[in-house]
């Protein structure tokens, strides 16, 4: 595999079917045996060798069932990607090729749980995460409207959101800090995933990828 010179860092979060809190953060299996998702990555800062691709954003649409983080795990993901039509040609090239997997680091773990890309879209993609992550969201056209405001209740401490550590199943790979949220919006739809769905689990995550991760 040509790995290439490339780093980006952002935002992730995603929208499933699962009753919160997602099982898959726990490395265990969907809530009704079978995800619905939508997941959200926005990039603040990265390159792909010469190539800028700061400010892009990639949404993915897919389903899966059984547990992908087992051991030898029978469970493959389907998969669709919106890549941000505000990319340049050799952007959206660099972004689909990180993103499939192809240039390792955790996109090349992470794709070789994906069984079928059914297809790549351009589409203007608008993404938006509070500071404090009182909130996150992003929409494609009129086919994908999904977003979440932060977890909390009557014992939570209001200052500080709910989180988790050192999660045995986490997206965007190992160390990173899992932040709950509520569903505000859970439609998407394209392709064969046209099905509308109420989201019912949220998660935002930081994200650091480079080809040694």
């Given at each position: 595999?040509?790995?290439?010179?490339?780093?980006i860092?952002?935002?992730?979060?995603?929208?499933?079917?699962?009753?919160?809190p997602?099982?898959?953060?726990?490395?265990?299996?969907?809530?009704?045996?079978?995800?619905?998702?939508?997941?959200?990555?926005?990039?603040?800062?990265g390159?792909?060798?010469?190539?800028?691709?700061?400010?892009l954003?990639?949404?993915a649409?897919?389903?899966?069932?059984?547990?992908?983080?087992?051991?030898?795990?029978q469970?493959?993901?389907?998969?669709?990607f919106?890549i941000?039509a505000?990319?340049t040609?050799?952007?959206?090239?660099?972004?689909?090729?990180?993103?499939?997997?192809?240039?390792?680091?955790?996109?090349?773990?992470?794709?070789?749980?994906?069984?079928?890309?059914?297809?790549?879209?351009?589409?203007?993609?608008?993404?938006?995460?509070?500071?404090?992550?009182?909130?996150?969201?992003?929409?494609v056209a009129?086919?994908?409207?999904?977003?979440?405001r932060?977890l909390?209740?009557p014992?939570?401490?209001?200052?500080?959101?709910v989180?988790?550590?050192?999660?045995p199943g986490a997206?965007?790979?190992?160390?990173?800090v899992?932040t709950?949220?509520?569903v505000?919006?859970?439609?998407?739809?394209?392709?064969?995933?046209?099905r509308k769905?109420r989201?019912?689990s949220?998660?935002?995550?930081?994200?650091?990828?480079?080809?040694?991760t």
């Amino acid at each position: 595999m040509n790995t290439g010179n490339w780093h980006i860092k952002g935002e992730w979060f995603d929208v499933c079917s699962c009753s919160l809190p997602c099982p898959c953060t726990f490395a265990q299996e969907p809530t009704h045996g079978s995800c619905l998702f939508t997941l959200v990555w926005h990039i603040e800062e990265g390159h792909f060798e010469d190539e800028r691709l700061d400010g892009l954003t990639v949404v993915a649409l897919g389903e899966f069932s059984g547990n992908m983080w087992e051991e030898n795990t029978q469970s493959s993901m389907s998969v669709m990607f919106y890549i941000d039509a505000k990319g340049t040609p050799s952007q959206r090239d660099a972004l689909e090729e990180i993103f499939r997997g192809n240039v390792g680091g955790w996109p090349g773990t992470f794709g070789s749980l994906i069984g079928e890309v059914r297809e790549v879209r351009y589409a203007p993609i608008v993404f938006e995460a509070a500071a404090d992550l009182e909130y996150w969201r992003a929409g494609v056209a009129d086919a994908v409207k999904v977003g979440a405001r932060a977890l909390t209740g009557p014992t939570a401490d209001p200052a500080r959101r709910v989180q988790l550590i050192n999660a045995p199943g986490a997206e965007v790979g190992p160390g990173q800090v899992a932040t709950w949220g509520v569903v505000t919006a859970g439609q998407a739809e394209g392709f064969d995933f046209s099905r509308k769905y109420r989201g019912g689990s949220s998660k935002h995550f930081p994200f650091d990828w480079r080809p040694a991760t």
